[in-house]
């Protein structure tokens, strides 16, 4: 491959606006190309082989529960050996390959997603039931990610050539960053193309290989983005795409002496299990396991009586029902203060009433939740806000051959409420009040979370009081609480939130690598 030369500084890459026709006909015509092609036996990559198992992970559409989006082979601990021994032998080479070939897969990997970001954006619409907006936003991300982590590998490695350290007389001392290993790569199906994108092209792009387990709601697109880096040229061995079974699979490589680590997305109790059983050693194990864990939260925004009602009331709408409330990040509660608490409530209760529910493939505001075991959580989580709350807004399932839950609003709801309190990763969104903005402070402190939070006001003195008090890992100011850009606004929480491994961000790429000094006597 040709090494890349006069790489701009990075920049994020566009939105597709969809108020224009011609970018909606455009997103038609990928969903019907798309569809054209589901239904598809897919086959687990390990090394240069595509294998095809009897045990099959059965991707649906969340949207309509009767078509098939994929038939996705199903790795177990045999096969996951195998691919663990493929990256080990994979990894001898690769993490010799210099810096820049590395990041060069990068930039053509970005490059042929943004040719096809429809395609990509058309299958999170059918699998993960995503509208056109959210589904753009996430292919963008994942196109961010590469662009941004290439750049980022190449910082590196220029600091590994010019790392300023205190010079001492007689000898030549330098710090280099070396891969680590061997990485397991867990990403989720909530951002099913950008986070899975952006754990393994981080991980690859400095110099490690990996064992990717993608959810199993959302396989064929984690298949698509394989392909894809199979199709620029990536070695085989670098990428091992094994779906499977958590218990079975995720377990076994989580405890194996030769994972050296392990790079997970996803709920609070899962992120705890596998720290949990990376921290015990086994035999042949000789290195401490290192975990990236980006988790839960019970995000919210605040609202003091300075603040643009209006504003504050779409944000609050916008952080709780986008992706049907299905982010990590998404505002599940907001604390507004006393006085202006009653006009809140009823601004977010009309706004919440315009959303309108159906097909993501025809990009209504509201779609489906991801599955059965979501939508029935969810459902039990509104029946406890019923006795917890006053229900202003929605509060039943919604009609429609899928997984459609009405947005639902509760208000007076008591801060230390479960739906204050638990993460529900559903369209439901609490209303708490407070006598002043620092209780509401403390209120929105008030959880074993720390991820996202938004704070509105007017008033400058209240706001710095807020940067510096509110407890998350992203605080925005006067804005929604979700949508953080790569390059812009690095992301990861605090306490059950996860290690606060700050994707996007100038610090990431060190998670997946060591730092080495050498001392030579001149």
């Keep these: 491959m040709s090494k890349t030369t006069n790489i701009q500084t990075f920049s994020n890459e566009p939105f597709v606006d969809f108020s224009q026709p011609d970018n909606r006909e455009a997103m038609k015509q990928a969903i019907a190309r798309v569809r054209a092609e589901l239904g598809q036996t897919l086959p687990l990559h390990i090394g240069d082989q595509k294998i095809v198992t009897e045990d099959k992970i059965v991707s649906i559409n969340p949207a309509n529960k009767d078509e098939v989006i994929g038939y996705m082979s199903k790795a177990n601990q045999q096969l996951a050996e195998q691919a663990m021994q493929t990256a080990l032998e994979t990894f001898e080479t690769w993490k010799k390959v210099p810096a820049r070939i590395r990041a060069d897969y990068l930039f053509k990997a970005a490059a042929l997603m943004r040719e096809r970001k429809h395609e990509f954006s058309a299958m999170m619409i059918l699998e993960a039931g995503k509208n056109y907006a959210e589904a753009d936003a996430d292919t963008a991300e994942a196109i961010d990610f590469m662009e941004f982590y290439a750049r980022e590998m190449l910082r590196l490695d220029q600091i590994n050539e010019t790392q300023p350290l205190t010079p001492i007389p007689g000898e030549d001392n330098r710090l280099t960053y070396i891969p680590l290993g061997v990485g397991i790569v867990i990403p989720p199906w909530n951002f099913p193309l950008a986070i899975c994108v952006g754990m393994t092209t981080a991980a690859v792009v400095s110099g490690n290989t990996v064992l990717l387990k993608p959810a199993s709601t959302t396989p064929v697109i984690a298949h698509m983005f394989v392909a894809l880096m199979e199709e620029i040229g990536l070695p085989p061995g670098v990428i091992n795409f094994i779906p499977g079974s958590g218990a079975e699979v995720g377990d076994y490589l989580t405890t194996h002496p030769k994972t050296r680590f392990i790079s997970f997305t996803g709920s609070k109790e899962v992120g705890l299990r596998i720290s949990r059983l990376a921290a015990d050693t086994v035999e042949g194990q000789i290195w401490m396991k290192r975990l990236v864990a980006e988790m839960g939260g019970k995000d919210g925004i605040v609202v003091d009586e300075t603040a643009d009602l209006d504003a504050a009331a779409q944000a609050i709408v916008a952080s709780a029902f986008g992706f049907q409330g299905q982010k990590c990040s998404a505002g599940s509660r907001a604390v507004i203060v006393e006085s202006v608490y009653p006009q809140i409530v009823e601004k977010v209760t009309e706004l919440t009433g315009r959303l309108s529910i159906g097909l993501p493939e025809e990009n209504y505001p509201s779609g489906p939740v991801i599955d059965e075991a979501s939508y029935n959580k969810i459902l039990d989580y509104i029946e406890i806000g019923k006795n917890e709350g006053r229900l202003v807004a929605g509060g039943n399932k919604a009609e429609g051959n899928g997984y459609y ?65 509110m407890h998350c890992g992203n605080l925005y100011v006067n804005r929604k609480c979700t949508g953080a850009l790569v390059g812009a606004q690095p992301f990861g929480g605090f306490n059950m939130s996860g290690t606060d491994s700050k994707a996007g961000g100038h610090d990431y790429l060190l998670l997946f690598t060591q730092a080495k000094l050498t001392s030579r006597k001149l």
């Design 405 to 469: 839950i009405q947005p639902t609003v509760f208000a007076d709801v008591d801060r230390k409420a479960r739906l204050m309190q638990e993460e529900i990763f559903g369209p439901v969104l609490a209303l708490c009040s407070a006598k002043d903005y620092q209780e509401a402070i403390e209120i929105y402190n008030d959880t074993e979370f720390g991820l996202t939070g938004a704070f509105f006001s007017t008033n400058e003195e209240r706001i710095s009081e807020a940067l510096e008090t």
